[in-house]
């Protein structure tokens, strides 16, 4: 059995982790006292996640953590509003990534009516609604179009919405968001809106690859390539 440690030894853990994110969260100091090398590992993962720059500018990259925040519930991160005014972000584009959030929130309505009115609207077209109810709640934005598919995919990956998803990878592609991007905003689920829902989320991205679907560059046409040998596992 593991002893828990004495208080200097919490007071020291406690204030490293002070020290790097200048703020303390409730999980930080449990797992400073309990698990400190999960607290590692956890610590590690997070900074590679956000804190260390990858693609995305901190402008859009912010935008994309606001829609998801707002898509989880997500109170007590509100450390990215600041990092977004501070990069240069808006009253209006943090009310349209909250609009996003919302609009998303009501994205399985065009699926009822597609799926459960069909004898009734033989012509009705989820894909056309959607994309059309969608401009409106861009409308007079300046926002860019990539930003608004990224945000999106990142947001109904954390509500499992499959089709949605697919719907703004595609869109991502004809706007000429870079695949490197897309892979960062999709991974901006990943804790808010759990590793599970991440993961569902690549495969959905990688079965379209496998599938000539959306047109892959060569090395992500190999990960696409790969789905053939993941159709079950029992692996982490």
Same mark, same amino acid.
């Given at each position: 059995? /593991? *002893? *828990?440690?004495?208080?200097?030894?919490?007071?020291?853990?406690?204030?490293?982790?002070?020290?790097?994110?200048?703020?303390?969260?409730?999980?930080?100091?449990?797992?400073?006292?309990?698990?400190?090398?999960?607290?590692?590992?956890?610590?590690?993962?997070?900074?590679?996640? /956000?804190?260390?720059?990858? /693609?995305?500018?901190?402008?859009?990259?912010?935008?994309?953590?606001?829609?998801?925040?707002?898509?989880?519930?997500?109170? !007590?991160?509100?450390?990215? !509003? *600041?990092?977004?005014?501070?990069?240069?972000?808006?009253?209006?584009? !943090?009310?349209?990534?909250?609009?996003?959030?919302?609009?998303?929130?009501?994205?399985?309505?065009?699926?009822?009516?597609?799926?459960?009115?069909?004898?009734?609207?033989?012509?009705?077209?989820?894909?056309?609604?959607?994309?059309?109810?969608?401009?409106?709640?861009?409308?007079?934005?300046?926002?860019?179009?990539?930003?608004?598919?990224?945000?999106?995919?990142?947001?109904?990956?954390?509500?499992?919405?499959?089709?949605?998803?697919?719907?703004?990878?595609?869109?991502?592609?004809?706007?000429?968001?870079?695949?490197?991007?897309?892979?960062?905003?999709?991974?901006?689920?990943?804790?808010?809106?759990? !590793?599970?829902?991440?993961?569902?989320?690549?495969?959905?991205?990688?079965?379209?690859?496998?599938?000539?679907?959306?047109?892959?560059?060569?090395?992500? *046409?190999?990960?696409?390539?790969?789905?053939?040998?993941?159709?079950?596992?029992?692996?982490?």
């Amino acid at each position: 059995m /593991t *002893a *828990a440690p004495d208080e200097n030894e919490v007071r020291a853990r406690l204030a490293e982790v002070r020290a790097k994110r200048g703020y303390l969260l409730p999980h930080h100091g449990l797992l400073a006292i309990a698990a400190p090398a999960l607290l590692a590992g956890y610590d590690a993962a997070y900074t590679a996640l /956000t804190l260390t720059p990858r /693609t995305l500018h901190e402008r859009p990259k912010e935008f994309i953590w606001l829609g998801v925040l707002t898509a989880c519930d997500e109170a !007590i991160a509100t450390h990215h !509003i *600041a990092k977004f005014r501070a990069a240069g972000g808006t009253d209006a584009e !943090i009310e349209l990534a909250i609009r996003l959030a919302a609009f998303a929130d009501g994205a399985s309505r065009f699926a009822f009516a597609a799926e459960s009115w069909a004898r009734h609207l033989p012509t009705y077209d989820r894909a056309r609604a959607y994309r059309d109810a969608l401009r409106g709640v861009v409308a007079d934005s300046n926002v860019p179009a990539g930003w608004v598919e990224m945000a999106l995919c990142a947001i109904h990956t954390t509500h499992r919405n499959w089709w949605e998803l697919a719907l703004h990878i595609k869109g991502a592609y004809a706007a000429d968001v870079s695949e490197m991007a897309l892979a960062e905003a999709i991974s901006y689920a990943m804790f808010p809106g759990s !590793i599970p829902n991440f993961v569902d989320a690549c495969g959905v991205w990688q079965g379209m690859i496998a599938r000539g679907e959306v047109p892959a560059s060569p090395a992500f *046409a190999l990960w696409g390539a790969a789905a053939a040998e993941q159709k079950g596992f029992d692996g982490a």
